[in-house]
């Protein structure tokens, strides 16, 4: 779909975004540690599938300005960010590997797939935000892929792999509920866990310098407050990022009804368009 305005994707991260994302998977048990209120432990996480499915139509309000998320597995255009071609219900990118995972995982689950003819040059392109290869018939095997329900599955998969699971798993040991986790996985989505300041784990570590999480002794909202303030101050660092209206009447709206998890019905804005989910 077309923008009309600059609006950060899943694709604007930095260029390093996937370098540590699976690294929070094994460094974050699902164990929930002291200090963790009973109830926090009893309700359901974000890994929940009817949270899960709020988390999806929460970024997908973001990033394609819609609650159907699920019409995004044909999504495809260069936005302009100098990452390639963006895709998909994640904002897969040519320019930064995960759109290149992600067709391999598809090839080698459905060789002979409409897009497998294009893995020489999504390795070529890896980096950069060259088309070379991939004109003029790669925007259109892709919509066609989408139709697949493999590529879809493949899709998930992928999300869930670099971006969902290792979200809620640091969410969780650190005593979060589904709105901090959520909370992270969106700053994973935005920003990836790369090397730079502004990658999740540098955003984390720059909250925990104000608040401790639950895990450590703190108060939950006092620590989602702090990591809400990291996560402005990271898509301050680049244009593309600078409107964060999706933190600030989003995540803090319901932060501040004190709606740790993340129930309905949930109403909130982003870009100054308004969503309600029942």
């Given amino acids: 779909m077309a923008y009309t305005d600059p609006r950060p994707a899943a694709a604007r991260t ?17 164990t929930l540690l002291a200090g963790v209120p009973r109830a926090s432990a009893a309700a359901p ?101 989408a139709q697949d329900p493999a590529f879809q599955q493949a899709q998930n998969d992928e999300r869930d792999r670099v971006y969902f699971d290792p979200a809620v798993a640091q969410g969780k040991a650190d005593g979060l509920r589904a709105l901090g986790q959520f909370a992270y996985y969106d700053a994973i989505v935005m920003h990836g866990d790369g090397d730079d300041p502004t990658g999740f784990h540098n955003i984390r570590r720059r909250a925990l310098r104000s608040a401790r999480p639950p895990a450590q002794g703190g108060g939950e909202t006092a620590y989602l407050n702090a990591f809400l303030d990291a996560r402005v101050w990271a898509m301050k660092q680049e244009e593309a990022h600078s409107d964060t209206s999706r933190v600030d009447t989003a995540q803090r709206v319901f932060l501040r009804k004190g709606n740790l998890d993340l129930n309905t019905p949930l109403d909130w804005k982003v870009y100054g368009d308004s969503y309600h989910i029942g």
């Avoid at 975004?17 to 460094?27: K, Q």
């Avoid at 040519?94 to 759109?99: A, I, K, L, P, R």
């Avoid at 070379?132 to 925007?139: A, E, F, I, Q, V």
């Fill in 14 to 30: 930095r260029l390093s975004r996937r370098t540590a994302v699976a690294l929070l998977g094994a460094a974050a048990t699902g």
């Fill in 45 to 145: 996480g974000l890994d929940d599938p009817a949270k899960k499915e709020i988390a999806m139509r929460l970024v997908s309000s973001a990033e394609n300005s819609s609650l159907d998320w699920k019409a995004q597995y044909r999504y495809i255009e260069d936005i302009g960010d100098g990452r390639g071609y963006t895709a998909g219900i994640i904002g897969f990118c040519s320019g930064t590997g995960d759109m290149l995972d992600l067709v391999q995982l598809y090839t080698d689950r459905a060789p002979g797939n409409a897009l497998a003819r294009y893995l020489p040059a999504l390795r070529r392109v890896d980096g950069t935000d060259s088309h070379d290869g991939l004109d003029p018939d790669y925007p259109r095997d892709w919509r066609r892929a």
